[in-house]
């Protein structure tokens, strides 16, 4: 299990020879330091802690300072920890790119998803919507959100609107299609949650079932 | 720049036909007839283009035996090995999705002509000369 961090610049298209279009979602991907190394001795268990993305020291906490000086870098505005089953060999200070990925690999990205704010149900969880036409008045309306008598009550957990969105999500199994080891960029076949811009962690994928 | 945008200028065509919407085209295609690839010519009328950067496709339309078909080229494609327009045309919109309810005749797109256009084709010319003599010079790049 390898994991980094970035940010997700945006998507576009890559061309194959024979003419196949495939889109990429690219993430500037690095470099990471690592802040922190937890021992199952010390901590109870192992672990890597990853910053990305340096932050100007007078918008940082004085705890936070003192934790990246340890690490003899600047204040990381993203830390992120990544469980690991044995020590990793690498120690506090060590740099991280882009690098540790190469084509052909499938990884997850975990990243929170775009924030919708309040939704209805259609947006939501993907209700069907009423006729527009023919006198209805049930057009974006949920309908009926249980029975009568009994159990005179709507059961719990039914789905209805609300917030929705502004969440952890994972991708699963994603190709990597590219490394740009100059720029440190990550070309993944699909999608990815979150804006472009927003802070995403990049790791090996955990079941690694290519996807058709 | 957007990065985005500077990844797409890198990976995409350096140099791209100057194409509009009503020029009559012919789109040189890479087709692939079980082992052999060969080019196939699809000549007709661009009646749409979409897209910016490397996803910008043209969509060209024929008459083949009195029907009408049309073909979405990414013009980025590797596939797409040239376009040649051939006739530049005059027109005041930018999709011309009404030719399709036309026939016959009224198919036509007016031919757009003057000073620009000449000047225009020289130098598309100019640019395929120099681009023939940089192949000529690189022989191994240019051989595809």
């Not at chain 2, 200028?9 to 052999?36: F, N």
């Given at each position: ?54 932050v ?35 120690s ?10 190469q ?7 975990t ?12 947006k ?66 699909g ?22 | ?60 339309r ?62 598309e ?20």
């Amino acid at each position: 299990m390898t994991l980094i961090l970035g940010r997700k610049k945006g998507m576009t298209q890559l061309f194959a020879e024979d003419g196949t279009v495939t889109g990429v979602t690219v993430v500037e991907a690095g470099p990471c330091v690592v802040t922190q190394v937890r021992t199952d001795e010390v901590d109870g268990y192992h672990a890597e802690q990853l910053g990305f993305e340096d932050v100007r020291d007078r918008v940082t906490t004085k705890p936070l300072r003192g934790h990246a000086q340890k690490a003899g870098t600047a204040p990381k505005r993203f830390l992120r920890e990544e469980r690991l089953a044995a020590a990793s060999g690498r120690s506090v200070g060590d740099t991280i790119t882009a690098e540790i990925f190469q084509d052909g690999d499938l990884v997850d990205v975990t990243g929170t998803t775009k924030g919708r704010g309040f939704a209805g149900t259609i947006k939501r969880h993907g209700f069907s919507r009423g006729n527009e036409t023919h006198g209805s008045m049930n057009v974006r309306e949920p309908g009926a959100i249980g029975c009568s008598a009994y159990p005179s009550r709507t059961i719990k957990g039914k789905r209805m609107s609300g917030h929705y969105g502004a969440k952890r999500h994972t991708t699963k199994n994603l190709e990597v299609m590219r490394v740009d080891t100059e720029r440190g960029l990550l070309f993944l076949k699909g999608a990815i949650p979150g804006p472009n811009g927003g802070f995403v962690q990049v790791r090996t994928a955990r079941t690694g079932v290519k996807k058709g | 720049m957007d990065l985005i945008q500077q990844i797409e200028q890198e990976l995409g065509k350096k140099h791209l036909p100057a194409v509009h919407v009503g020029d009559t085209v012919e789109v040189h295609y890479q087709i692939r007839e079980g082992e052999k690839e060969r080019i196939q010519l699809f000549v007709g009328t661009i009646i749409s283009i979409k897209g910016r950067g490397i996803r910008r496709t043209a969509t060209v339309r024929r008459i083949v035996q009195g029907e009408g078909v049309e073909r979405v080229f990414p013009i980025h494609s590797p596939r797409v090995k040239d376009v040649v327009v051939t006739r530049r045309g005059d027109v005041r919109r930018a999709k011309l999705y009404y030719l399709r309810d036309r026939v016959g005749k009224k198919t036509r797109v007016k031919e757009l002509l003057g000073e620009k256009v000449r000047r225009d084709r020289d130098a598309e010319k100019a640019r395929r000369a120099a681009v023939a003599a940089e192949e000529a010079a690189t022989p191994e790049e240019g051989a595809e």
